[in-house]
């Protein structure tokens, strides 16, 4: 098998991963995985950028080596625009991770093996053009995140990792019994050729009195949920987001949630269409309560962290509004929305991350003062809560309003709705940045220093981003738009 | 076919039984002898008997002496048994015995006699020979829980084992006496033609009441509802190397046997068109699969001593290995075999892990365990692959022997144990990781230091490497394919 | 194309300049800090010399449509092609209401940088200050140059932004942080932000309505469309997007408290950016809003201009009574547009630029000579002290009152003509005229009240009586402004709509009430003739009712925040306890099920073999029953 | 004497010792109950033997059972007698120190 490069951005991290095993002199864990990280930014930014052509919509870079041929299992890579886009955000998180990990004392090696194999399985998950294969990258994940949330997290890890675990599994086992009837049923786990297979099976009796396509939608809906998240299956959420080390809160915030996601919009949607327009409404009408409960929820946290954790549930929820109008616009928002709430929510954590390790907690009430002590942190931490509340010319505003418009013909209660918890994201946003940053520095905290050089590339990299991409939208929207149109594959956007 | 043919027919029975008297001899002859000597001798010959084994594979079938069937099933099954018991018997010899117990002589002289039961258990269609078979693997069995002495808990472990098992293989003669009245026969074959036509003309008790019996024996050995009540407590009370034979050389003959049997007394009337008829058979052995899985994972969640704890899971991993059993069809057999042959390798590495693991810490407590994973860094590693094979997650065999099973079980139109073994696969990480957790979630400094054991670290180590790498899942798939395809029946 | 392209780069400079000046500073960070407040205002000096320039040459005349299109357009969503709101594409672009307006807002801006660089002197960031002032500029300007709501909210949003950043600047002060600031600055930020997702919203609906953003083609779809419901709705979304950001009533709570920003800021905010961003939507829009949400235009400015007039009034503080005296003059420019002279908004925009930034930049040198004094108590007797800052306050304030030949005269005298013409259809027009006649002399009560409070009688504190002239810094912006006061009447171009009927009327009853209102506050504060004291208990209960703001800021901190503080805690509970329970409902259920099924296994070997049995007898049972079943 | 004669003696004799393995109160009476219930298989194959098997299978297997369940009671008998040595009872209900809790 001649690797090509998708291959290599599963295989480069794994490699970093197994080279943890060598005895290692102290330092050259992270110098590992840093390296691997860049490769890995590297190689997906020439993907997208040079390597791909957006004109096409379907899978590129596409490597098939049979595996089970018997059940049609075969290691099928292959990326399109959405696949790209969200593997550039992973790489980059991933490296931005491993930066900000930088000072990591308890068994480094094993801390950025785990991370480095979270992240074999979220490019895997990206990049696997066969369900069975999306699988198997999906569960890699599990294992590693459980250790590290455990291993490195807070005062609460313990229940937070086992939190993770059991509703991440549980989503894993709806997931796992969706593939057991496309094994029984299909003979292929190609996605695209399930695609053109599964929506056929209208007809079959099914289970229970629910079509074969229904089932596979709703075990596949769920198990995707879980990792979105969606109410009322998003309770891990705030433990594991709050209790993890602040690199791997961003890695989980700014990557795996996008897992969840990219599920949907690959997997859950494409191979039953008909079940998905049938539940539409419901989708959407639990988007604009997620977004709701979410920014609500957030609204009542006194813990910077997680009020951040709980904001990334309302902005997942935009995604679930925009994807389930099934509009063009609607769904590029959805789409540039993933990247951006890897983005936003990633700096959060980081800010956080940042506060905690000067003020030795993240309680707002007692917090202060820090935007003049530490003016960097400041300016870049006003970029991460503006494009997190969505202010036009940072990158949260075109996602938003592109799922505002798109899905105003479907759903426009939806919509109204949601405005509510733009308003409370500002709302609480602005409040904890005036709890944080202004005012006199309380009488606990001593001397702060401002954000080292490390630290402040690790954030100026994203707000860059979040900057470039609110005045440039189309720079990631270009990529997508083909695999959008081609996703969608001809269906009219709902109307009502 | 000469005599000499069926002496090379049946080479590894032979060996094994020469290799056991030699065993017995060896420590009266050589006055001397040391205590690992016994113990080499067993090893090489299993490892004789391996080889020989091994080339049957490819010899095709034959009936030997009119008792004793020769066919890719039964040898593929003896090869996975042999090399189970190797395994515990590197344990054994491994292990620490207290001052002037040195000798292992016993030990080894009883695991290879439950081999030889076992082979003959495996490589028959006469039920005499099977009973005869499952009585010295069972025989051995109860003989090995209690053989030491010096452990206090081995002598009601031993009673438990015996009784039970005495017990349930009773129960499973009188079937098989009741069988014989049936077909005039023991030749599992002649019975099967027998009760198809039985079955055919409606009478369901006649076939039913040597089932059950049947039942009872073949889930005594498996361990699965509602004969499981011995297992976690002989688990808990045995030795590792016992535990190692019990979970897995013991189990794998007994479930292979399983299928064994009810391919040869089922198939003809599954062939004849009897599904109907039988489809009760198949809903109590889904129910008693959906039980097992369910009430063993959930016994398993809050254990804390790490026999019992294994003691429950492999009640649990019985009950998913009897999902392709209910199936009653060649493709559930199918995906059992797979799913034992996987379970084999995945328990021989847990189970050697486990020992490592006591041996360093002292203890069978959970929470003695606390940061072996740490300082150990490759068994660690090794037991959370192959706990993650034993709960079905990939990259392991596990997840794919298991998903196998539950596709053949949809397929079947056992929706509903599909659903039933997803809710236990959860139930299994949960237990899985308690077991996982504390080797590198948690710190503990004083430690005796023991010796390196590095032939357990590698059989760990090899162990887990072998369920990663099956992971590429043709080879196992091909072998159960073959091994049922061999049972000719279907 | 090729001829227009200096004139682009012309046009361009006006935004790009005070967007350069801010990258620099961000990207600069400390280092720059030094150098901010020149770069900021010499890039500011460049970018209103640009809209001079601009302004002078007025390309947009000529072209039909009367619309200048720079030689870019920028695809935002997608470069190329993509239908529906994806398809979207960004032109600079130059009409009369623009060019009309950036001369003002350029100068204006400029001219507040100026004197920020003396009024900013000691403040230990003036990094952030400037670059928060450039991209104000830059935003501002930014948005007179788009014709397409979408990106007009762009801008309109970064000014929120903006405002927020400035109001709340001394909150972030290393030494003496102000944390009212950060109260003030949120407060700001998320009542106009009410405004705007419901512009937001508006525009969702007018988008589907209408198939397009761009203010063109909106005018020219609207004229037929009648009024549908949801052009009702879009329409009042859109009339309440301009509420927020004007400080209209009952969205202009955020004004007053935002003088808790630097005066300057103030300045900025008050005369040539953010709060003129309603006006300029509502005349944008005026040629598609429905007759319905033109008429709740009119009454909700008219009302504003009262009501913020009677708060005036009473304000013991030298910035808030400027405050609310802009709340009120937006009240006439939004009822302008109501009453059907979005023309005569934007004069009235324009002119009031001048002498409002005057007036708040005045201030601002009463307070740096006051030493942050700015009590009308603790004031008084300044007019001998500073000279320069009294004739700049009495001009500004003079043409605010819209005392004749001044610029505040035409520009109030055309919105209360056409107030007056409607006023015959009678009903709510007619109120709509009565309250705005009654603001305009209001207007000279207060304006003069605070003249004559701050400029004469006696000094009432040291720092008054110590008070001096600062720099040229100062004096220069005020010698401009004043003049610009008097003058800037004279250069405005947009057509202003006549009002036939009563243009006279208006005219001479405006300066008749302007010339009371001069004369009651002299009455009142210069010569000791009538008791202020004695006036207020004459109105009796109505002056305390204005005095605490008619108890609109008090009605909604008693209302919003504890409700949604309510709602908060509400979430969180259900999300902990029950949603969270229920989670761990199930944990439990399987341990309970888990440990009863232990309990059978005791370790007796005997019931063992009896559970064993009474299982095997469970399972003969079952195998049978299902057995005479099938 | 019919069949069935046999057969019901060959149940009455299971039972029996099924009855005894699950009741009595010393494991050589458990023993001796686990010795009826082979017993009971050898009288069942005797048994068809005689009335519808043709060969001598079903009385081989007689002697097999036989023989296994001299090799049962010897290898019983050893465990007790170790149980015995090492907890000083032989009452099934003592041994319960393996089992859940």
Not at chain 2, 434 to 444: G, N, Q
Not at chain 3, 17 to 45: K, Q
Not at chain 3, 592 to 611: E, P
Not at chain 4, 17 to 44: D, F, K, P, Q, T
């Amino acid at each position: 098998m001649n690797p090509g490069p998708l291959s290599c951005l599963i295989l480069l991290p794994l490699l970093g991963a197994v080279a943890q095993f060598l005895p290692l002199r102290r330092g050259a864990s992270r110098g590992i995985a840093i390296l691997v990280s860049l490769l890995c930014l590297g190689l997906a930014s020439w993907c997208l950028f040079i390597g791909m052509d957006p004109a096409v919509g379907g899978m590129q870079f596409v490597e098939r080596t049979p595996w089970l041929p018997e059940f049609g299992i075969a290691w099928l890579l292959g990326a399109d625009g959405l696949s790209l886009i969200l593997l550039l955000l992973s790489s980059l998180i991933f490296f931005l991770a491993y930066l900000a990990s930088w000072k990591e004392k308890r068994t480094p090696r094993a801390y950025f093996g785990l991370l480095l194999l979270v992240q074999v399985g979220v490019h895997g998950v990206f990049l696997s053009g066969d369900l069975f294969l999306f699988f198997v990258f999906w569960e890699l994940v599990l294992l590693p995140m459980f250790f590290l949330i455990g291993g490195w997290g807070g005062e609460g890890r313990r229940s937070a990792a086992w939190k993770f675990l059991l509703f991440t599994l549980s989503g894993s086992v709806l997931f796992l019994i969706a593939l057991v009837i496309l094994g029984a049923k299909a003979g292929t786990f190609d996605i695209a050729a399930l695609r053109e297979l599964v929506p056929g099976w209208g007809g079959d009796p099914g289970w229970l009195g629910i079509s074969l396509p229904s089932w596979i939608f709703g075990l596949l809906f769920l198990s995707f949920a879980v990792k979105l998240p969606v109410f009322p299956i998003h309770t891990w959420l705030p433990a594991a987001h709050v209790e993890a080390p602040t690199p791997v809160s961003v890695v989980l915030a700014g990557v795996l949630l996008k897992l969840g996601a990219y599920g949907m919009l690959r997997v859950a949607f494409p191979l039953s269409p008909g079940a998905f327009q049938a539940a539409a409404g419901c989708l959407a009408a639990l988007g604009a309560f997620n977004v709701i409960y979410g920014a609500w929820a957030a609204f009542a946290q006194k813990d910077f962290k997680r009020m951040v954790a709980y904001s990334s549930i309302g902005h997942m929820g935009f995604f679930l509004i925009g994807f389930s109008a099934l509009s063009f616009s609607g769904m590029a928002g959805a789409g540039l929305q993933l990247f951006v709430h890897g983005l936003s929510a990633g700096m959060l954590f980081l800010v956080v991350g940042a506060i905690q390790a000067r003020a030795g907690h993240r309680h707002l009430d007692r917090l202060g003062g820090l935007g003049a002590a530490m003016p960097r942190l400041h300016a870049l931490g006003l970029v991460a809560i503006f494009t997190s509340l969505g202010l036009p010319a940072l990158a949260g505003f075109p996602a938003e309003a592109l799922v505002l418009f798109g899905s105003w013909d479907a759903f426009p209660v939806a919509v109204a709705l949601s405005l509510l918890g733009i308003l409370l994201t500002g709302w609480f946003l602005v409040g904890a940045h005036r709890k944080a940053f202004t005012g006199p520095l309380p009488r606990g905290i001593g001397k702060v220093v401002d954000l080292g050089a490390r630290e402040t590339l690790v954030l100026a990299i994203p707000a860059g981003l979040c900057i470039l991409l609110g005045l440039w939208p189309a720079l990631l929207l270009d990529r997508m738009a083909a695999t959008l149109e081609l996703l969608r594959g001809g269906f009219p956007p709902l109307v009502p | 076919m000469s005599a000499l043919d069926s002496l090379l027919w049946l080479m590894p029975e032979a060996i094994l039984a020469l290799g056991a008297c030699v065993v017995l001899a060896w420590d009266l002859v050589f006055k001397k002898a040391r205590p690992w000597e016994s113990g080499a001798v067993g090893l090489t010959c299993l490892a004789g008997a391996s080889f020989f084994l091994f080339q049957r594979l490819g010899w095709g079938e034959a009936d030997v002496l009119g008792m004793v069937r020769v066919d890719f099933h039964g040898t593929l099954f003896q090869l996975a048994v042999a090399l189970s018991a190797a395994a515990a018997l590197i344990l054994e010899m491994a292990d620490r015995h207290p001052p002037g117990r040195e000798g292992r002589t016993e030990t080894v002289f009883l695991l290879m006699a439950g081999v030889l039961g076992a082979f003959f258990l495996l490589g028959t269609w006469n039920l005499m020979m099977l009973y005869l078979g499952f009585e010295g693997l069972g025989l051995a069995v109860y003989a090995l829980v209690a053989v030491r002495k010096w452990e206090k808990d081995s002598a009601e472990a031993g009673v438990k084992a015996l009784v039970y098992g005495a017990l349930s293989s009773g129960l499973m003669l009188y079937g098989i006496s009741l069988l014989y009245g049936l077909g005039g026969s023991l030749d599992l074959r002649e019975i099967g033609l027998e009760t198809a036509r039985v079955l055919a003309s409606g009478h369901v008790v006649e076939v039913a009441v040597p089932f059950l019996l049947l039942l009872a024996g073949f889930g005594f050995k498996l361990a699965f509802l509602p004969f499981h009540f011995w297992a976690p407590d002989v688990y808990q009370g045995s030795s590792t190397p016992v535990l190692s034979f019990l979970a897995v050389a013991s189990k794998v003959a007994g479930a292979a046997a399983f299928l064994r049997v009810l391919a040869g007394w089922l198939a003809a009337g599954l062939d004849g068109g009897l599904g109907e008829v039988l489809a009760p058979t198949i809903w109590i052995l889904a129910a008693i699969a959906a039980a097992t899985m369910l009430l063993g994972s959930l016994a398993a969640l809050k254990q804390k001593n790490l026999h019992r704890l294994l003691g429950w899971s492999s009640v649990a991993q019985g009950g998913f290995f009897l999902i392709g059993v209910a199936l009653l069809g060649r493709y559930g057999f199918e995906a059992a075999s797979a799913y034992l042959l996987v379970y084999g390798l995945t328990m021989i590495g847990i189970v050697a892990a486990a020992f490592f693991l006591s041996r360093k810490s002292g203890g069978l407590q959970l929470r003695t365990l606390r940061g072996l994973g740490r300082t150990h860094p490759w068994v660690g590693v090794s037991l959370v692959i192959l706990l993650a094979s034993l709960v079905g997650l990939p990259p392991t065999a596990g997840f794919f022997a298991k998903w196998l099973l539950l596709v053949r079980a949809w397929e079947g139109g056992l929706g509903w144990l599909v659903m039933v073994a997803g809710l236990s696969t959860i139930l299994t990480l949960v237990y899985a990781l308690r077991l996982a957790r504390p080797l590198f979630l948690e710190s503990e400094t004083d430690r005796p230091s023991g010796s390196n054991l590095w032939p357990v670290q590698a059989l760990v180590v090899g162990a887990a490497a072998g369920v990663v790498a099956l992971f590429h899942f043709t080879p196992v798939l091909d072998l159960a394919r073959k091994s049922v395809e061999s049972l000719r029946f279907f | 194309m090729m001829e227009s392209l200096p004139m682009a780069a012309w046009v361009l400079a006006i935004p790009a300049l005070p967007a350069a000046a801010w990258l620099l500073l961000v990207l600069g960070g400390r280092r720059a800090a030094p150098a901010a407040p020149w770069l900021a205002t010499s890039a500011a000096a460049l970018s209103a010399l640009a809209a001079w320039v601009v302004f002078l040459e007025r390309p947009w005349e000529g072209i039909p449509g009367g619309i200048w299109e720079g030689p870019w357009s920028w695809g935002f969503f997608l470069s190329s092609g993509g239908d529906g709101i994806a398809g979207l594409r960004a032109t600079l672009s130059l009409d009369a209401i623009s060019g009309a307006l950036l001369p003002m807002v350029g100068t204006v801006a400029f001219l507040v940088h100026l004197f920020s660089v003396r009024y900013m002197r000691t403040d230990p960031r003036p990094g952030p200050y400037f670059a928060g002032l450039a991209l104000f500029t830059a935003s501002m300007a930014g948005m007179l140059l788009v014709e397409n709501l979408l990106f007009f909210f762009v801008f309109w949003e970064l000014m929120g932004f903006c405002s927020w950043l400035l109001i709340g600047h001394d909150s972030l002060n290393p030494s003496s942080p102000r944390p009212e600031a950060a109260r003030a600055a949120r407060k700001a930020f998320l009542t106009t932000r009410v405004g705007d997702l419901a512009l937001l919203l508006g525009m969702v609906v007018l988008w589907k309505g209408f198939g397009t953003l761009s203010f063109t083609e909106l005018a020219a779809a609207g004229g037929s469309a009648g009024s549908p419901p949801w052009l009702l709705a879009g329409g009042g979304l859109l009339l309440l997007g301009a509420m927020g950001k004007s400080a209209q009533f009952p969205l202009h709570v955020w004004l007053p408290d935002a003088m808790e920003g630097p005066t300057p800021v103030s300045a900025m905010i008050h005369a040539a950016t953010m709060v003129a961003a309603g006006v300029i939507l509502l005349v944008r829009s005026a040629a598609f809003l429905p007759d319905e949400i033109l008429l709740a235009a009119s009454v909700v400015g008219a009302l504003t201009a009262f009501f913020a007039g009677t708060v005036a009034l009473v304000s013991a503080d030298l910035k808030k009574v400027l405050a609310w005296s802009t709340i009120s003059q937006l009240g006439f420019m939004t009822a302008a547009v109501g009453v059907g002279g979005p023309g005569a908004a934007l004069f009235h925009l324009h002119t009031h630029g001048f002498f409002k930034a005057g007036l708040f930049l005045a201030a601002g040198s009463v307070i740096l000579a006051c030493h942050h004094r700015q009590d009308l108590g603790g004031l008084g007797g300044l007019r001998r002290r500073m000279p320069m800052t009294w004739v700049a306050t009495l001009v500004c304030a003079a043409a605010l009152s819209g005392l004749p030949w001044l610029s505040g005269f035409h520009s109030k005298e055309a919105i209360l003509s056409l107030a007056l013409d409607g006023a015959a259809l009678g009903g709510l027009p007619a109120l709509t005229a009565c309250l705005l006649f009654v603001a305009a002399a209001l207007t000279p009560v207060y304006m003069f009240r605070m003249v004559f409070l701050t400029f004469h009688g006696e000094a009432r504190s040291t720092e008054a009586r110590e008070a001096s002239e600062d720099s040229w810094l100062v004096r220069l912006p005020l010698a401009v402004l004043t003049v610009l006061a008097v003058v800037s009447a004279r250069f405005w171009l947009f057509p202003v709509e006549e009002a036939p009927a009563s243009e006279h009327w208006a005219g001479v009853l405006g300066t008749t009430l302007a010339l009371g209102g001069v004369i009651l506050a002299g009455l009142l504060f210069l010569l000791p003739v009538l008791s202020p004291a004695a006036f207020a208990r004459f109105f009796g209960p109505l002056t305390g009712l204005a005095r605490e703001r008619w108890k609109f800021d008090a009605l909604y901190a008693a209302t919003f925040p504890p409700l949604f503080r309510l709602g908060g805690r509400a979430v969180d509970g259900i999300d902990s306890r029950l949603v969270d329970g229920l989670a761990h409902g199930i944990g439990r259920m399987a341990e309970a099920g888990g440990s009863a099924f232990r309990k059978l296994h005791r370790g007796r070997i005997q019931t063992y073999a009896l559970l064993t049995l009474a299982g095997l007898l469970l399972l003969s049972v079952t195998l049978l029953l299902q057995g005479e079943a099938g | 004497m019919s069949l069935v004669a046999y057969l019901v003696v060959a149940a009455l004799l299971m039972v029996a010792g099924l009855a005894m393995v699950a009741s009595r109160r010393s494991l050589i009476h458990v023993l001796i109950g686990l010795e009826l219930v082979l017993n009971a298989s050898a009288l069942n194959f005797v048994a068809f033997d005689r009335y519808s098997g043709g060969g001598q299978e079903g009385q081989l297997a007689a002697l097999f059972v036989i023989v296994v369940a001299a090799a049962e009671a010897a290898l019983g008998l050893a465990i007790v007698l170790h149980a015995y040595s090492s907890k000083g009872s032989i009452r099934p209900d003592d041994f319960r120190s393996l089992g859940d809790s």
